[in-house]
């Protein structure tokens, strides 16, 4: 069965103080990492697709990494508006269709 | 533009009530999904249309009917639902159903009373 776990599952910063978040997985094969930010009653945000162990990709003040068991999400700098709950999402090879199975997620609160 | 919209923003309604949820993409994606969310919980997904037909139904109950009258628009047609029903549906669109990323919409936050 994949497997998705989030850590930490909450996560105070000052402004500006860098940090990192974690994703592991446990998939038969591994389709797709997606990571997804949300804000309270709102819909996830797409972040970053990541297909293979050593991928990394970059947008603005984050950074998502991959490897063949977990993948991290650097956060460079925060800013109060990167307060959010950052999903992170895998999709496997021998999954029927394009479930994604999502880890609960890491509440990222940014302090001024 | 990877524009998901969704109608309306909030609904309530009763347990004898009928009622639509409407979504709509304009980026040629041919797979479309509706998820369910309740409070500090990851998406649950529902149903999954593929070239605008059914392809997933993950044992939903039928007081839950999908419909995709075309390959840009899903509706969630309610009927009969019940107070714990109530939470955030997500729409979401993908190119395809195999390893591409899914764009959600704002979501519709339904209150069941």
């Known amino acids: 069965e994949d497997q998705v776990t989030q850590s930490p599952e909450a996560l105070r910063l000052q402004e500006g103080e860098s940090s990192s978040l974690n994703c592991s997985y446990t998939v038969s094969g591994l389709r797709g990492l997606f990571w997804y930010r949300q804000d309270p009653g709102k819909g996830p945000e797409f972040l970053f697709t990541l297909y293979s162990a050593g991928e990394e990709k970059e947008k603005e003040r984050l950074k998502a990494t991959l490897t063949k068991k977990e993948s991290f999400l650097h956060i460079t700098a925060p800013k109060p508006e990167d307060s959010a709950t950052y999903l992170c999402?895998?999709?496997?090879?021998?999954?029927?269709?394009?479930?994604?199975?999502f880890g609960e997620g890491t509440q990222l609160t940014v302090n001024p | 533009d990877t524009e998901v919209t969704q109608t309306p923003k909030h609904l309530v309604m009763g347990m004898t009530n009928k009622k639509s949820l409407k979504c709509e993409q304009h980026m040629g994606h041919r797979a479309m999904y509706w998820y369910k969310q309740k409070a500090k919980k990851p998406p649950e997904l529902m149903f999954v249309y593929s070239y605008e037909k059914l392809s997933i139904n993950e044992s939903v109950p039928s007081r839950f009917s999908p419909e995709c009258p075309n390959s840009s628009l899903l509706n969630l047609h309610l009927h009969a639902l019940q107070p714990e029903d109530s939470a955030l549906y997500l729409c979401?669109?993908?190119?395809?159903?195999?390893?591409?990323?899914?764009?959600f919409g704002p979501g519709t936050r339904l209150t069941v009373l």
């Open positions: 999402a895998v999709q496997a090879t021998q999954t029927s269709g394009s479930r994604l199975t």
């Open positions: 979401a669109s993908s190119q395809s159903q195999g390893g591409d990323t899914q764009y």
